[in-house]
C-alpha cells in the first residue's frame, strides 16, 4: 500500500521506529486497508479498541489515497486540543504535513501543508470556514472518535454542514458509542429484527480480539468494598455497604462516600495502588500511575495525599490548556509515578507507560468507562499487564466483566442504557425530586468510610474474597508479576485464590469480643430509618406515616422501645416494599 514515509510508522505509533526502517502492518490494520480499497467508498467506519493503531490506519489510508491522487487536501477532526499536535507530528513521521495551529479566523492554510487539523468545537464555531477549505479540492475528512460529532445538535449540524461536500471521509472510534440517542454523522444506521436502528461499522477489530493478537494489554480489575456513612440532603444518616445490591440512591450515596478524599476509603485504596505500582516497577522501571477524578477540587486533594503517600510530587492536569497538555507530554517521556487528572486524559491520550490506575470518579457509561481503560491497554512489548483499582459497585462491574463486548449505538431504546450511571444521574438522585418539593434544610455530607479488598476480576472471572487491606491475602493479588502473558494471568489468578482460600479456611477463628447490645439496637434503628426515607421519598409522604405503616404491619411498640427482632422484622418489611417498587 504505497511507499510514502507512512510505510515507516510503527503499527503501535505513537511508539517510535527508526527511520527508514519498514514496518509490518498489523494484520487487522492490513486488512482494513484492503477492504476499504477494494470499493474505495466515500464513508468507512473503523472501529478499533484503543492502543491497536487506529491512527497508523488512518495515516496509510491517507497516504495512498494522496498517491493515487483521490484526494488532496486532508483535514483531521479530534475530539481536544492536545490531540491535534498528536495528529500533526504522527502525519509528519507519514510524510503528511498538517497544520495543527490552524485558527477559524485564518480562512485558509498555507500551501506546504496537506491540511489542518482541528477540534469538533472548532469546526462548530464556524462551520462555514471548513466548508469552504473542505470545497476547495478533493478532500479527505478523518473523524477521530466520531461519537463527539454528536455532543451537541448544533455539533452535529456543523460537521455535517462543513464536511457534506467532502470527497472521501474516514470515521473512527475506539471505544463503544454513545450512551444517548443523538444520531451521529455520517454513521449508518440499520433496523435490526427487534427494529432498533443500530451503528453499521465496516470494520470492527474489538478487545477480545486485539489480546488474543498480543496487541494490547490484559487488564486486571481490583475491586475495593467496605461500609459507607453519609448524612443526606434531608438530614438522615444512612449507612451501606459498598457492592451490595441496594437502591440505585442508595449505591449513589455509598459510592459519592467511599470517592470523598477525607474518608479513610479512598486513602487506602491510594496506598494499595501506590503498593502495585512499586512490584510493578521491579520489572518495569518506568511504569506509571493514572488517577482519574470527579472533580477538579478532589484531583487536587487526591494529589496531596499520593504525594504523602509515594513521596513524590504527583503531575496534576486540570484542565484542556495549554499548559495541561505540556504536562501530559513532560510526564509520558518521564519515569514519575503518579498523574491525576480530571477528564482530559479518558480519551485518545498516549501515555504508553501507564499500568496502574485507579477509578475514582462517578462517571460509569459504558463510553467513559471504556474511554479511561483505553489509556492503560496500549501495549509496549509482550507481557506488560495494566492493574485498574476501582468501588466495588455494580455498574463498574457489569463494565469491567464486559470490557470485552462490542456495543453499536442505537437510536431507539427499549429500556435504559444497561442502567447504568452517570454523574448526571447522581447529581439528581442527591437533589431529590424536583418540582414542589421544598429546600433541602442540610447539605449532603459524607460521615465515615472504610476500605475492604473485596476481589479480582480479569475477563468474565472473579478471584479472591474479602479481606482486610495490607493483608498477606490482598498482598497475594496485588504483588503479582508486572510482566506476564495474558494465557498466564487466569492461571496465576487461579493458584492465588486457591493459596488465599486456604489461608483463610486454616485460620484459628478470632476470639472476637460480643459488640454491646446497644450498638447492635444503634445500628438496626440507623437502618430502618435510611429504609423509611427512601420509601418516603419515593412516595413523597411524610417519614412518620412510613414509620407507622411498618409497625402497624408488623407489630410492637414505637421503635425507641422495640426489640431487635421486631426492628429486624421492618426493616425485612420495608426491602420487600421497596423490592416491588423496583
Not at 488512518?58 to 488532496?72: F, I, K, Q, Y
Not at 464536511?163 to 475506539?174: C, E, I, M, V
Not at 503517600?309 to 499548559?323: H, N, Q, R, W, Y
Not at 493458584?495 to 450498638?519: G, K, N, V
Amino acid at each position: 500500500m504505497g511507499s510514502w514515509a507512512a510505510d515507516h510508522l510503527s503499527p503501535a505509533y505513537p511508539e517510535r521506529a527508526a527511520w527508514g526502517t519498514a514496518q509490518p502492518l498489523r494484520a487487522w490494520q492490513q486488512e482494513a486497508l484492503e477492504q476499504y480499497f477494494r470499493t474505495e467508498p466515500r464513508d468507512f467506519l473503523a472501529a478499533a479498541t484503543p492502543g491497536a493503531g487506529k491512527t497508523t490506519f488512518a495515516l496509510r489510508l491517507a497516504s495512498e489515497l494522496l498517491r493515487r491522487g483521490a484526494v488532496h487536501r486532508i483535514t483531521v477532526v479530534a475530539p481536544t486540543e492536545h490531540l491535534k499536535q498528536q495528529w500533526a507530528d504522527a502525519a509528519h513521521r507519514a510524510g503528511i504535513r498538517l497544520d495543527p495551529d490552524f485558527a477559524n479566523g485564518d480562512g485558509d492554510y498555507p500551501r506546504q501543508y496537506h491540511g489542518v487539523v482541528v477540534t469538533y468545537a472548532q469546526v462548530a464555531a464556524r462551520a462555514s470556514v471548513h466548508e469552504r477549505i473542505t470545497r476547495s479540492a478533493a478532500s479527505l475528512v478523518i473523524l477521530d472518535e466520531v461519537h463527539h460529532a454528536g455532543d451537541a445538535l448544533s455539533w452535529g449540524e456543523a460537521v455535517l454542514e462543513a464536511f457534506g461536500p467532502a470527497t472521501r471521509r474516514l470515521s473512527l472510534t475506539g471505544t463503544p458509542f454513545r450512551s444517548d440517542t443523538s444520531p451521529i454523522p455520517f454513521v449508518e444506521y440499520i433496523r435490526n429484527e427487534r427494529g432498533i436502528r443500530l451503528s453499521s461499522t465496516d470494520y470492527a477489530y474489538g478487545y477480545d480480539a486485539a489480546l488474543r493478537d498480543n496487541v494490547v494489554r490484559p487488564v486486571v480489575f481490583m475491586a475495593y468494598a467496605g461500609t459507607m456513612q453519609w448524612r443526606t440532603s434531608m438530614g438522615d444518616e444512612m449507612k451501606a455497604t459498598l457492592g451490595h445490591g441496594d437502591t440505585k440512591d442508595i449505591t449513589n450515596g455509598a459510592w459519592r462516600t467511599a470517592l470523598d478524599p477525607g474518608g479513610e476509603w479512598i486513602q487506602q485504596v491510594l496506598r494499595s495502588a501506590d503498593v502495585r505500582l512499586t512490584h510493578v516497577r521491579q520489572t518495569v522501571p518506568d511504569a506509571g500511575g493514572l488517577v482519574v477524578a470527579t472533580d477538579q477540587a478532589q484531583a487536587r486533594q487526591y494529589a496531596q495525599l499520593l504525594r504523602g503517600i509515594s513521596g513524590e510530587e504527583p503531575t496534576v492536569v486540570l484542565s484542556d490548556d495549554a499548559g495541561a497538555s505540556d504536562r501530559i507530554t513532560k510526564f509520558a517521556e518521564s519515569e514519575a509515578r503518579w498523574m491525576v487528572a480530571v477528564r482530559m486524559v479518558s480519551e485518545g491520550v498516549d501515555v504508553p507507560r501507564l499500568a496502574v490506575g485507579v477509578y475514582a470518579t462517578s462517571s460509569a457509561t459504558p463510553l467513559f468507562f471504556a474511554q479511561l481503560i483505553g489509556r492503560f491497554v496500549r501495549s509496549r512489548r509482550r507481557g506488560e499487564i495494566a492493574t485498574v483499582f476501582l468501588p466495588s459497585v455494580p455498574p463498574l462491574l457489569t463494565l469491567a466483566a464486559e470490557l470485552e463486548r462490542q456495543r453499536d449505538h442505537a437510536l431507539d431504546r427499549e429500556r435504559d442504557d444497561d442502567q447504568l450511571l452517570d454523574d448526571d444521574l447522581m447529581a439528581a438522585a442527591e437533589q431529590g425530586d424536583g418540582e414542589g418539593r421544598e429546600a433541602a434544610p442540610f447539605t449532603w455530607e459524607p460521615l465515615e468510610s472504610s476500605a475492604t479488598f473485596d476481589r479480582v476480576l480479569f475477563g468474565d472471572a472473579e478471584y479472591g474474597q474479602l479481606v482486610e487491606p495490607s493483608s498477606e491475602e490482598e498482598l497475594d493479588f496485588i504483588g503479582i508479576p508486572g510482566l506476564l502473558d495474558a494465557e498466564d494471568v487466569s492461571e496465576l489468578l487461579k493458584r492465588r485464590h486457591a493459596r488465599q482460600a486456604a489461608r483463610i479456611r486454616d485460620r484459628p477463628p478470632a476470639e472476637a469480643a460480643p459488640e454491646p447490645l446497644y450498638r447492635n439496637m444503634r445500628e438496626e434503628r440507623q437502618l430502618l430509618n435510611s429504609l423509611v426515607a427512601i420509601v418516603a421519598k419515593r412516595r413523597g409522604e411524610a417519614h412518620a406515616l412510613v414509620h407507622a405503616e411498618s409497625r402497624r404491619i408488623c407489630g410492637g411498640p414505637p421503635v425507641a422501645q422495640a426489640s431487635m427482632q421486631q426492628l429486624r422484622d421492618r426493616i425485612h418489611y420495608l426491602r420487600k416494599v421497596m423490592d416491588r417498587g423496583r
